[in-house]
């Protein structure tokens, strides 16, 4: 090397090595992930979409600027995520940071603000105290992005969490307090599917179909609003009556199934059980007790709620299920606004009170569709017992809390159900099941009950034939409770969004679920798998830091330059001992 630097020649092939070191590293991209959970590895389906693509994709992100500390990390994220993606795609994904409306008057920039709500973009107003001069600052935050795609419109993201995570607290006697590091980071393991996800569904050639069935006393009102306008946008939509024909596995990709109110008849049951039999998947939402929010109110007064009748439980027991007739109750609840007195202008006075009847739901356990995902609303679910059915996977999805009872039909539903000592200690119960995914070769109800002749029409009706068993693995999903996916009704502002309660500003992760489980059933991009990453939590003590924030930064800015100066001391005592050593023994 000492004699390559000495050469007349030497310091132009360094010159032209280094330049090729530097034009090679540019084309190549290599990193290794040596972090425990893989948080920077992209899963195999994520790597096979973008390998696949073979037009530009647009990401337009708009978490950027001046942001909170929560907010800083989760576009940092953001940014060596959708670097990796251009990476990985060959430069088809291209990524813009902007922050709309930058520059535009007040009324230009509502204009703005305006048409990209419309398209799905959140805001968030977010306040800062600064400590130093007890000063607050208020600003606008859009915690979203949109992906853009030939001229197909936009498709947004919300890059903010649907799980918020709360610090560890008593149902009983607490307030819960969010912590909003763990509920950033909640949102960072969710990047990789949300991106991947959005890309799939702009750039797939070919469009689910999903089917709403009625003829069974299903509503087709203004309470089903949100659960159609979601859906719309991303499959194709229809209605099916079933007192009209067969469905057909080849037309329809899944049936949804909500809070029916009348007797399902065994020709009903036969052609569900037929679409199942050739491959079909079902969501089931089904509330077997009435039990009505308004008949409380109504009355003011206690009611009973009893069964529907809706004579699905021979079905749904041979799939590996059975809805059990009674209520489901857990301490950890949401509250409802109750009239507790009049003011003295005869105005009524509300106070919110706990109510048992809306149990939170939430996973519990590692599956694809409801981890990380917040809690879930139901309104008088019932529980769900697993029987045994052959070839079939069941997996609990949603799930009460840790203080739960079941109230048996014929329930008498109270305002005040919790009354005594007594009552609240019965609540001994956890992890009560709501929803369940049903997976595997299911067996039809209807093998040993018909005659050939009605088999032959059914192989008429449907053009293939009398089937007993499915061919192929399939899935279901089934929920005990409907209003999971219904909306309530604003009178002046018209439907909610599903998992919101009037006089309630917050909105529960019911539509993450809904969408969730019908991209799980119809889907087959594995892009679900990516749903399962976990980003561990590595916090800092605050105390500590508080307690030691001098010594820290006096280790992190003045000992670097006193190792600095250190060794520039040492090189130069060197440097002269050498010399004079060497001027000596001249």
Known sequence: MRNLIRSKYGWVGIAIAFLLVISISSTIHYRVDLTAEKRFSLSASTKKLLHELDTPVTVKVFLTGDLPADYRKLAAASKDLLTEFRDQSGNYVRVTFEQPGEGLDDSARFHLYDSLARLGVVFEQSETVKAADAKSTSQVIMPSALVYYKDRQPYAIDLRSSRKVFKNFNVTTDVPQEDKEATRNAAEALLEFKFADAIDKLT???????????????????TVNDLGENLRNDYRLAVFDLKQGYPRAEDIDALIIVKPTQPF??????KLDQYVMHGGKI??????????MDSLMRSQADFVAFDRNLNLDDLLFKYGVRINGDLLQDLNCSKIPLVIGYNPDNSPRMQRIPWPYYP???????NPISKNLDRVLPIFPTSIDTVQAPGIRKTILLASDTNSRVINSPALVSLNSVRT???FNSFRKSRIPVAVLLEGRFHSLFANRLLPAKKDSIAAALGQPFAIENATPTKQIVVSDADIVTNANNSTTGPMPMGMLPFENYRFANREFFLNSVDYLV????????RNKDVTLRLLDKNKVAEQRTFWQLMNIVVPVLLVLGFGVVLQWRRKKMYTQAASKS
């Not at 797939?204 to 203004?222: L, T």
């Not at 008849?265 to 036969?270: G, R, T």
């Open 204 to 222: 797939r050639k070919y469009v689910p179909s999903v089917a709403y069935v009625i003829g069974n006393g299903e509503p087709v009102d203004r």
């Open 265 to 270: 008849s065994d020709e009903d049951k036969l």
């Open 283 to 292: 969501i089931w939402f089904v509330d077997k007790l009435y039990a009505e």
């Open 360 to 366: 939170f739901l939430s996973a519990g356990n590692e």
């Open 421 to 423: 000592e007594e009552d």
């Open 523 to 530: 889907s087959n991009s594995g892009i679900f798998e990516s």
